[in-house]
């Protein structure tokens, strides 16, 4: 089992900046990919980007790419999101998750383990 603990959402204007953190635990691995998801009130889940901790690889969705961020410190099992250049559309509950496999995907239903979700609420 694997468990993950998101922090660092809240209240930001457009323009600002969030990080969010997760922090994992129980039987993880470096190699297996960590993704951020997000959902907004009536929407279906959506990919944000994607981490493979052992390598540092990333990945992202075309709706954020070159605004948010993804890092890792493997020494403290954390993965981050920093959020630059916030939109109002970025609005949603952000979710960090992990995936029992290798392989990189961007879907929601090929991830196995998730956190309890971070609220990030950006204001105009």
């Known amino acids: 089992q694997v468990q993950l603990v998101e922090s660092g959402g809240g209240l930001a204007q457009a323009g600002g900046s969030l990080r969010l953190s997760c922090v994992a635990s129980g039987r993880t691995f470096s190699t297996y990919p960590m993704g951020w998801f997000r959902q907004a009130p009536g929407k279906e889940r959506e990919f944000v980007g994607v981490?493979?901790?052992?390598?540092?690889?990333?990945s992202y969705a075309e709706s954020v790419k070159g605004r948010f961020t993804i890092s890792r410190d493997n020494a403290k099992n954390t993965v981050y999101l920093q959020m630059n250049s916030l939109k109002v559309e970025d609005t949603a509950v952000y979710y960090c998750s992990s995936k029992r496999s290798i392989g990189i995907s961007t879907s929601p239903d090929e991830y196995d383990y998730w956190g309890q979700g971070t609220q990030v609420t950006v204001s105009s």
């Open positions: 981490i493979r901790r052992s390598t540092g690889y990333t």
